[in-house]
């Protein structure tokens, strides 16, 4: 663990995270529409798992300070269940904005920002939506490294210093 003040493994102090995370203020949050089947990519965050997990590419979404997505869990008899998520780069932080329903609506959820990441999200904030404390600058860059399986030049450093 990393003492209080001193840099961490991304090069931030505990000091420089907790100022960002004062600075901070996000603006309203528009949902997108619900997930198209064509529009899904897999991406694995686990090894091997009975879960298949996508992101809905036309739900990305970069803005001040936070990458926004849609993910959607397909079980292995074919049920899925979708949500409306998001990161914060620099704090490590998730959220939950909606949760998709049956008839293909959303249903929003008042969710504040946590620093506990599910599994999905830290492997999605290290390997496909963020460089370090740093998110992606285009929503292609995003898609791009969902395509390849994750940013090339931040595997290794990731599995080393996280």
Request: charged share 30%; aromatic share 10%.
């Amino acid at each position: 663990m990393d003492a209080p003040g001193r840099p961490t493994s991304q090069g931030r102090s505990d000091w420089e995270r907790q100022q960002d995370e004062r600075r901070f203020e996000e603006g309203a949050v528009q949902l997108p529409p619900y997930p198209k089947p064509g529009d899904l990519i897999e991406f694995r965050p686990f090894g091997s798992s009975s879960l298949r997990f996508f992101i809905d590419r036309a739900s990305i979404g970069i803005g001040p300070g936070a990458v926004r997505y849609t993910l959607v869990t397909r079980n292995a008899s074919g049920t899925e269940s979708a949500s409306h998520e998001g990161i914060r780069c620099g704090a490590r932080a998730y959220r939950l904005y909606a949760l998709g329903q049956r008839d293909g609506t959303w249903k929003q959820v008042q969710t504040e920002w946590r620093d506990k990441e599910p599994g999905w999200s830290r492997v999605l904030r290290r390997e496909f939506f963020c460089r370090g404390d740093v998110a992606i600058q285009t929503v292609e860059e995003g898609l791009e490294a969902l395509r390849a399986g994750g940013h090339n030049m931040r595997r290794d450093a990731v599995n080393r210093h996280e």
